[in-house]
């Protein structure tokens, strides 16, 4: 494994390059006018998959968009490694507050990255950090170094609920049978402080509708007598939380994980600069539940946040209206514990139980998923540490993310493996947001340091 940082210093420009085209193909899972994108993606998975060294590699139909399956067996005595990501990515809107072509990767220097960050869609999230791992199998395979037996599973929904993953993963527990998942679609704490993430919260996201009048009604006119179903939507929503940033859903908490005075000890380890954090968002404070510091309010609390909002005239001009509908998208980010249908039906029922009359109300569930936590004494997180330990020269700090990865919970109920979080994001990677990028220092560093994970993971499997 000595050999690995050579290899990827004299394959980089190639690894780059490579990246750069797959970014290129816009894999819009939630928008289906991109769907012949999304398959090209997935045939393009294939091709890279294949050409880094997999001796069995296809593309699986599921009830929706692909699943991309590759396996390098050397010997079934030898531990398995499943490796998880997907392919597919958020829709780059708003469009106007990108300074590049989403879909037009450029590599730009920044004050993190002096030498160079990929800009586009997906860098990050996730083609820049699965890509890492099927280069990462091209380095152990070119040189006779795999340890061990891997296998990648690699989806294109998980942007929109890997609805289709449930269904693949009950189906095919035999194939994905494995000692260990794999998955690097989170970040660490800064590039000279690596981190293992150990838990994930989970999610619960619905869409509300408000309706009044049968048809939008002239503001001059009907203003004052006839509910406006913008404004009772606005006022519903900001009685979601009390003066405390608390939510105010009833049973919202009864099943939250407290974390005990010595664990959040222990978070508070981990580096925070408040001046940098709001620095970096150009805001004045931080915001949230009283009684919690930002780290924890990100990662061990559970959250409420409207993601989008409308209704009524939105276009240049005045048009004066009182809207027959307004609709809003609700996500809420769960801990340990909370049940992710359990906590869709309690919100449910709250909303519809405070709307006045006047109006109806309408709740659509989407998605969701259970939070996750590693055990941070399994021979897998040990191993990644001393990954990380080899390649960065430091041990790295585990550390709870605030972002779901839904199907984390479902592997281990239907695998029963644990699943290890090797991420080389940075939180100002923008993921989600316009201008993401993602280190090219970053996306060469996960290929020293994954093919590190499979060494020790052998070593300690003996």
Request: aromatic content about 10%; charged content about 25%; proline content about 6%.
């Amino acid at each position: 494994m000595d050999s690995a940082k050579a290899y990827v210093d004299q394959n980089k420009d190639r690894f780059i390059d490579e990246l750069i085209e797959l970014l290129k193909i816009p894999s819009i899972s939630a928008d289906s006018a991109y769907k012949d994108d999304v398959i090209k993606t997935s045939e393009a998975i294939k091709e890279s998959l294949e050409k880094a060294g997999c001796d069995q590699v296809e593309i699986c139909e599921t009830p929706g968009y692909p699943i991309v399956y590759g396996e390098k067996i050397i010997d079934p005595d030898l531990p398995t490694v499943l490796v998880y990501g997907h392919y597919d990515v958020q829709p780059p809107d708003p469009l106007d507050l990108w300074d590049s072509p989403p879909f037009e990767p450029v590599i730009k220097s920044t004050e993190l990255h002096p030498d160079g960050a990929i800009f586009a869609r997906g860098s990050c999230d996730d083609k820049g950090q699965m890509y890492m791992h099927v280069k990462a199998l091209e380095y152990m395979t070119s040189t006779g170094q795999l340890p061990c037996n891997v296998k990648f599973m690699i989806e294109g929904e998980e942007e929109v609920g890997s609805e289709s993953l449930g269904w693949f993963v009950e189906r095919n527990q035999e194939k994905l049978a494995n000692d260990v998942i794999l998955i690097s679609d989170t970040g660490m704490i800064a590039k000279e402080i690596p981190s293992i993430t150990t838990g994930l919260r989970g999610l619960s996201y619905v869409e509300v509708e408000v309706t009044g009048p049968n048809r939008d009604l002239h503001s001059g006119l009907y203003g004052g007598a006839v509910a406006n179903p913008i404004n009772v939507l606005t006022k519903m929503i900001a009685s979601l939380h009390d003066d405390n940033k608390h939510i105010t859903i009833p049973g919202f908490y009864d099943d939250v994980e407290e974390l005990t005075t010595e664990e959040r000890a222990k978070m508070a380890e981990a580096p925070f600069s408040k001046e940098a954090y709001t620095k970096a968002l150009d805001i004045e404070d931080v915001y949230g539940e009283e009684g919690y510091t930002t780290n924890e309010r990100n990662s061990i609390r559970p959250t409420l946040d409207v993601n989008g909002i409308w209704g009524g005239y939105t276009g240049e001009g005045a048009k004066t209206v009182i809207a027959s509908k307004a609709y809003a998208k609700i996500s809420m980010r769960l801990v340990p514990d909370q049940n992710w249908e359990k906590i869709t039906e309690l919100f449910k029922n709250h909303f519809e139980s405070i709307a006045p009359k006047g109006v109806t109300v309408k709740v659509t569930p989407h998605h969701g998923g259970q939070a996750y936590v590693t055990p941070i004494d399994s021979i897998g997180y040990q191993a990644a540490s001393k990954a990380y330990e080899a390649t960065f020269g430091k041990v790295p700090i585990p550390q709870r993310s605030g972002g779901s990865i839904p199907i984390v919970a479902l592997f281990e109920k239907e695998l029963k493996s644990k699943t290890i979080l090797m991420g080389f994001g940075l939180d100002s990677d923008a993921i989600h947001s316009p201008n993401e990028h993602f280190g090219i220092w970053n996306y060469l560093k996960g290929i020293e340091t994954i093919p590190m994970f499979y060494h020790y993971f052998t070593e300690m499997s003996k």
